[in-house]
C-alpha cells in the first residue's frame, strides 16, 4: 500500500500545472508577505524602530503578550482535561461535547467578540451587575482574554483527542495495575506520550492568541495604550495613513507567523509520528 | 514462442534487483515466478506490465519489442498483489473499465461492454454482485473481480503479482482451482509471482525459480520437484534433513551404510541432504543414531522430529499405518536415507 | 465459488466501520479523573460557549419577532449577507481548483524548494488577519506594486467586491490543500498503475480513477473554506472599502450596529451568520456520508 512517489516533473502539462501552481502560491500566499516586510522597513530601519518605540506601540506588544499568557495556558488546561475525558472514557452526550468543542471553529470572530458584548457590555445580561460593583470586563483586559479564549478553545484539544484515541488506554491501565496513582499516571505515562502534540497545540494557539483580530477588535473598544493589542493597533496606525508604524508591528507579527510555520514544520518533520497531524485539517 | 525475456538487468539505485534474467514463454503457457521476497519476481512482472523499464536487455512479444510500447498499448491484463480495484466504483464499473477508457473509434458499443461484464461476471461467479461495491466484498471476491478487470481487456499476456498472499488458506484453495480452469477456459499466456512452492507447483506449466534476480532453475513442476538444481532450489521446496558423508561412484557412504545419489556428482566430501519423506526409522540396523523428541500429525502423514548424537535436528513423515506409529518421544532409533541429494 | 464457502465473507450485520470498545473504556472505569475533567470540561464550554451563544440567540427577540424580521429584510443587511456570502462561495470554487492544483504539484513532483512551499501553505492560518488585510490593501490600491499595474487597464480590485474575493482566496486556499493534500500522498500508486495497464491514458486516471477518490476531501475543503469566508472580517475589510450596498460585508455591519448601541439589530445579523455557518457544515455532513454510503469513504 505505497503511495506514488514524487517525482521530476516530465511532460508539458506537468510543467504547465506546476508552473501554475508555483506563480498561484507566489501571487496568492507569498507576494503579501513580501509585501508587509518591504513596506516596512522601506524608510530605513531608523524610521522602523521609532515607530516600534512609541508607548502605544510598547503597549501594545505588552497586551498581546499578556493576553496570550494566560489565554493560552487556560486552553492547554481545558484542552488535555478534554482530551483525557473524551478519550479515555464512555459516556453519554461525548458526540454534543465533542459537537459544542468545534463551534468556536464556525463561529465568525465577529461573533466571538460580540457576544461578550450581549453578556457583559451596557446592555448586556450582566451590565448593570458589573456597572454596580464596577467591574470591567469587555473594554478591558478581561474581555479580551475571554474573546481570545473563545477563539481558540478547540486548538489544542483537537490536537490531542486524536493522538489520544489512537494511543488506546493500554499504557495507562498497565500503570493503573502497577499502582501508579493518577498524578503518576499523567505526568509519567500520558504525558510523555503527547508531550509534541502539546506543545503542536499550544505553538498553534499562541500564533492565533497574537494574531486575533475580528473577536478582540469589537470587545477592546480601541483605548490606546490600554486595550489595544498589536492587531488593532495596526488597524488604528494604518487607518491614520501611518504606513511606517502599521508596517513595523505588521512585521513583528508576520515574523512571529514564520517562526510559527518554521516550529510547525520542525515539529512535523520530526515528531510526525507523535502528532497524528495527518488528521488535522 | 510468445514471450521472450531475454538478458533483462534491472538496477535500483546501486541495488541489482534483476541479473540476466532470460526465459520463454509458450503462448497460453501457465509460468509461476517463484522465489523468496527480494528474489526480484514482482520486479520482472513489473518490467512486463510496462511500469518500470530495465537497464538492458529484450521483450519481446510475438515478434514485437514490448519495450518500446507504454504499458496501456501493451494489452496485458494486471492482476495486483493489493488488488487496486478503484473503490468509488461498482464491480460492473471496475470490470467496464478497460473499455471504457479505449479511443471512441476502438471502444466497443455500450451494449458489447455490458455483455462482457455480464460473461466475466458469470465467469467470476458473481452475476448478482454487479452493483456492489469493492468495500462490501470479502477479500477473495475482489480478488476475482481484479481478475474479470484484467481479462475484460481481452489482454495478451495475464499477470498476476502474488494474487493469493493477502488471503486465507481455504480461500487460497479454492481460488487455486478456480484459477486453473480459467486459464484453461481462456488460455491466455499466463505468468504468476508467488513465494508460495505448493502453490507454484499446483498451478504452472513451468516453474521459474529465482533467488538474488538470477534465475536459479527452470522446469516443470516435475522436474523442479524431484531434481532440484541447487541446495536454494531443494531448501526452497520443502523441509531437508542435511547430514555429512562422503560420494564416491556415484554412492554415498556414511558411517556404517550408504545411499544412493539423485542425479551425478563427483567423488568428494558434501554436506548431503534428503527429504523427510524419504528416509527409513528402524529400531536396530545401520544408520544416524537420533533420538524421538516429538511425534505429530501433518495432515495424511505422521511427522517425526528427531535429534542426532551431536545435536543436529532431522525431520521425518511416514505414512499412519507404517511401522512409526510405534514409535513415541525418547526412543532411540537408526535413521536411513533412501535417496539423497548432492551441492557442491 | 467452488464447492467450499468462501471464508471471508464479512458478518453482513457488522458495519464495516465498526470497532470492538476497547476493554478499558467499557462500563467500569479503570482509569481516574473522569469526574475532575469532565467537569473542567464542562465548566469551560459553558462559559465560553453555549452561556455566550446561548445570549446571543437570545437576544434578536427583545423587540419580538417583528424586530428580527425588521433586520433581516433590511435591505442594507440582505446587501451585506449576500456579499459575504457569494464572495466566499466564489473564493472557495476558485479554491478547488487552485488548491487542487497546489497540492497536486506539491505532492506529485519533486522541485527544489519544495518543503519550503509546502511550509508556506499554512501561512494564511499562521498570519494574523490584519496584516493580511493591509498587505493585500496596500497590493492592490492603486499606488500598490500589482494595483498600479492594473490601474492603468481600468482595473480596479482594492475597494470593490474584486478585493474581498481576492483576501478570501488568500484566506480559504489552505483549507482545500490541507484537505487533498494527505489523500492524494496516500492515495495508493498500485490503483494508479492499474488504470494504466488497462489502457487509460495519465489524463483518463486523473480524471476518472484519482479525481473521484478525492471528491470527499475536495468537498470538505470546500465547505470548509466557505464556512471560514463567509464569517471572515480582518483580512478583508481593509481592502473591501466598505461601501454600504456595494463593499460592505456581514461581519462589519455587526461591529457597525454595536457602535450604534443596536446590540438586537447585530445579534440579528450574528445568528443569520451562525445559522448560515452551521447549514454549510450540515450539508458537508450529509455529503460526506453519500460518499461514505457510496463505499468510498473506506
Known amino acids: 500500500m505505497t503511495a506514488k512517489a514524487a517525482r521530476a516533473p516530465k511532460t508539458l502539462g506537468a510543467y504547465a500545472l506546476l508552473a501554475f501552481a508555483l506563480l498561484w502560491l507566489g501571487l496568492i500566499i507569498l507576494l503579501p508577505l513580501i509585501n508587509v516586510l518591504v513596506t516596512a522597513f522601506s524608510q530605513g530601519l531608523p524610521p522602523y524602530l521609532a515607530a516600534l518605540h512609541t508607548e502605544d506601540a510598547k503597549a501594545a506588544i505588552l497586551l498581546t503578550l499578556l493576553v496570550a499568557a494566560i489565554a493560552v495556558p487556560l486552553n492547554a488546561i481545558f484542552g488535555i482535561c478534554a482530551a483525557w475525558c473524551i478519550t479515555r472514557f464512555e459516556f453519554k452526550g461525548k458526540s454534543l461535547l465533542l459537537s459544542i468543542l468545534d463551534l468556536p471553529f464556525s463561529i465568525s470572530p465577529v461573533i466571538s467578540g460580540l457576544v461578550w458584548i450581549l453578556l457583559f457590555g451596557a446592555q448586556g445580561w450582566f451590565g448593570f451587575l458589573l456597572r454596580d460593583h464596577d467591574i470591567k470586563i469587555v473594554f478591558a483586559l478581561p474581555g479580551l482574554v475571554l474573546a481570545t479564549v473563545l477563539v481558540t478553545l478547540p486548538f489544542i484539544a483537537r490536537e490531542l483527542i486524536p493522538l489520544m484515541e489512537d494511543q488506546g488506554t493500554d499504557e495507562e491501565v498497565a500503570a493503573r495495575t502497577l499502582g501508579a496513582r493518577g498524578w503518576d499516571i499523567f505526568f509519567r505515562v500520558t504525558l510523555p506520550n503527547i508531550k509534541w502534540a502539546l506543545l503542536y497545540g499550544v505553538l498553534l494557539c499562541t500564533a492565533r492568541a497574537m494574531g486575533e483580530f475580528g473577536a478582540v477588535s469589537v470587545v477592546s473598544g480601541h483605548i490606546r495604550g490600554l486595550t489595544d493589542t498589536l492587531p488593532l493597533y495596526i488597524e488604528i496606525t494604518y487607518n491614520q495613513y501611518d504606513t511606517i508604524g502599521a508596517f513595523a508591528a505588521a512585521s513583528i507579527l508576520a515574523g512571529l507567523a514564520i517562526v510559527t510555520l518554521v516550529l510547525k514544520s520542525l515539529l512535523e518533520w520530526r515528531f510526525a509520528g507523535e502528532l497524528a497531524a495527518s488528521r488535522r485539517h | 514462442m510468445s514471450l521472450i525475456i531475454k538478458n533483462v538487468n534491472k538496477t535500483f539505485t546501486n541495488f541489482p534487483a534483476l541479473k540476466d534474467v532470460t526465459f520463454e514463454a509458450r503462448s497460453g503457457e501457465f509460468i509461476a515466478l517463484l522465489g523468496p521476497s527480494g528474489s526480484g519476481k514482482t520486479t520482472l512482472l513489473r518490467l512486463l506490465a510496462g511500469l518500470d523499464t530495465p537497464n538492458a536487455g529484450e521483450i519481446s512479444f510475438e515478434g514485437e519489442n514490448y519495450l518500446k510500447l507504454n504499458p496501456r498499448d501493451r494489452r496485458v491484463g494486471m492482476v495486483f498483489q493489493s488488488y487496486a480495484l478503484f473503490r468509488h466504483m461498482t464491480v460492473a464499473q471496475n470490470i467496464a473499465f478497460g473499455l471504457n477508457v479505449r479511443p471512441a473509434k476502438e471502444r466497443p458499443s455500450k451494449a458489447e461492454i455490458k455483455s462482457t461484464v455480464e460473461r466475466l461476471l458469470k465467469l467470476i461467479q458473481m452475476d448478482d454482485l454487479g452493483k456492489r461495491y469493492p468495500s462490501q466484498l470479502s477479500g477473495g471476491q475482489r480478488q476475482r473481480v481484479a481478475l474479470a478487470r484484467a481479462l475484460a481487456i481481452n489482454p495478451r499476456i495475464l499477470l498476476l503479482d502474488e494474487p493469493f498472499g493477502a488471503l486465507d488458506a481455504l480461500v487460497r484453495k479454492d481460488l487455486r482451482r478456480w484459477l486453473k480452469r480459467i486459464h484453461h477456459e481462456t488460455g491466455v499466456t499466463t505468468i504468476f509471482v508467488t513465494h508460495d512452492q505448493e502453490e507454484a507447483l499446483d498451478l504452472a506449466d513451468r516453474v521459474v525459480v529465482l533467488k538474488g534476480g538470477k534465475v536459479e532453475q527452470i522446469g516443470t513442476p516435475l522436474e523442479i520437484h524431484s531434481q532440484p538444481s541447487s541446495a536454494f532450489v531443494f531448501d526452497f521446496l520443502g523441509s531437508a534433513n542435511k547430514a555429512n558423508g562422503h560420494i564416491k561412484d556415484g554412492i554415498a557412504h556414511f558411517d556404517g551404510f550408504s545411499a544412493p545419489v539423485a542425479g551425478a556428482a563427483n567423488d568428494g566430501d558434501y554436506t548431503l541432504r534428503f527429504r523427510p519423506y524419504e528416509a527409513h526409522l528402524s529400531r536396530t540396523g545401520a544408520g544416524i543414531p537420533v533420538t524421538v523428541t516429538a511425534v505429530l500429525p501433518a495432515g495424511s502423514n505422521l511427522r517425526l522430529e528427531l535429534k542426532g548424537t551431536d545435536g543436529a535436528l532431522f525431520e521425518t513423515q511416514h505414512s499412519h499405518g507404517s511401522e512409526a506409529q510405534g514409535f513415541s518421544v525418547g526412543d532411540t532409533l537408526r535413521l536411513k536415507p533412501e535417496r539423497v541429494y548432492a551441492y557442491a | ?298
Open chain 3, 1 to 298: 465459488m467452488t464447492g467450499q464457502p468462501d471464508t471471508a465473507v464479512p458478518d453482513p450485520t457488522i458495519p464495516d466501520h465498526f470497532k470492538a470498545p476497547h476493554p478499558a473504556t467499557g462500563t467500569t472505569r479503570v482509569l481516574p479523573g473522569f469526574k475532575i475533567t469532565l467537569g473542567v470540561t464542562i465548566f469551560f464550554l459553558s462559559t465560553i460557549v453555549i452561556i455566550p451563544l446561548a445570549a446571543l440567540i437570545a437576544r434578536p427577540w427583545e423587540h419580538g419577532l417583528e424586530g428580527f424580521l425588521f433586520v433581516l429584510t433590511d435591505e442594507r443587511v440582505i446587501h451585506a449577507l449576500a456579499l459575504s456570502f457569494f464572495t466566499a462561495l466564489a473564493a472557495a470554487v476558485v479554491n478547488v481548483f487552485a488548491g487542487l492544483a497546489v497540492a497536486w504539484a506539491l505532492t506529485r513532483y519533486s522541485f527544489p524548494g519544495r518543503r519550503l512551499l509546502d511550509a508556506l501553505i499554512d501561512l494564511p492560518f499562521a498570519l494574523p488577519t490584519a496584516v493580511a488585510g493591509i498587505a493585500l490593501s496596500s497590493l492592490y490600491a492603486a499606488n500598490g506594486w500589482v494595483g498600479s499595474l492594473l490601474e492603468p487597464h481600468g482595473i480596479k480590485i482594492a475597494y470593490t467586491p474584486v478585493g474581498i474575493f481576492l483576501a478570501l482566496t488568500f484566506i480559504g486556499l489552505p483549507f482545500v490543500v490541507r484537505s487533498v493534500q494527505p489523500v492524494l500522498a496516500e492515495f495508493e500508486a498500485e490503483v494508479e498503475e492499474a488504470a494504466e495497464t488497462l489502457g487509460a491514458s495519465v489524463v483518463q486516471t486523473a480524471f476518472r480513477v484519482i479525481l473521484p477518490a478525492l471528491m470527499p476531501s475536495l468537498v470538505t475543503g470546500f465547505s470548509l473554506a466557505l464556512a471560514r469566508g463567509v464569517g471572515e472580517y480582518g483580512s478583508v475589510i481593509f481592502i473591501a472599502g466598505n461601501m454600504p450596498y456595494v463593499s460592505e460585508i456581514a461581519p462589519l455591519l455587526i461591529v457597525i450596529k454595536l457602535q450604534e448601541y443596536d446590540y438586537a439589530g447585530a445579534a440579528s445579523v450574528g445568528v443569520i451568520m451562525l445559522g448560515i455557518s452551521l447549514l454549510i457544515l450540515l450539508a458537508l455532513n450529509i455529503v460526506q456520508r453519500m460518499f461514505a454510503n457510496l463505499g468510498s469513504a473506506k
